[in-house]
């Protein structure tokens, strides 16, 4: 995948997806449907709010679909053998238990970001 440089935030709407993207907003709205690994939350006002996890995985998904040709099912069976090649845990990916001490860096960022989030929905 062509590296592409986002923002350093923790949230971003749609347009800015968009243009991130070099698609329109409707496509977006469209793979949303189609692969359930974009999953962007919503604010009280009902705006998507995009992390970085789903630009990557949007950008992943137009290189599939645009610059290789794949259809969307053929895009989401690529993806899923992908994944299922990866042992560890993806990124931003919550680990089924925690250590005590060893996992506290984790839940303190985890932390920092739930807030992060409460703050963006409220505003």
Do not use: H
């Not at 440089?5 to 793979?31: H, M, N, Q, S, T």
């Not at 962007?40 to 949007?58: A, F, G, M």
């Amino acid at each position: 995948m062509a590296t592409q440089e986002i923002p350093d935030k923790l949230y971003f709407k749609i347009g800015e997806v968009a243009r991130l993207a070099g698609v329109e907003p409707y496509v977006l709205r469209y793979w949303e449907t189609e692969f359930k690994e974009i999953n962007p939350v919503k604010s009280r006002t009902n705006q998507r709010l995009y992390r970085r996890r789903d630009i990557e995985t949007v950008l992943w998904i137009k290189q599939l679909l645009y610059d290789e040709g794949f259809t969307i099912e053929g895009a989401r069976k690529r993806m899923k053998e992908l994944r299922a090649d990866k042992e560890e845990l993806p990124e931003n990916q919550l680990p089924l238990t925690f250590e005590a001490g060893k996992d506290e860096k984790f839940l303190r960022q985890l932390r920092t970001s739930l807030t992060d989030l409460l703050k963006t929905l409220e505003s």
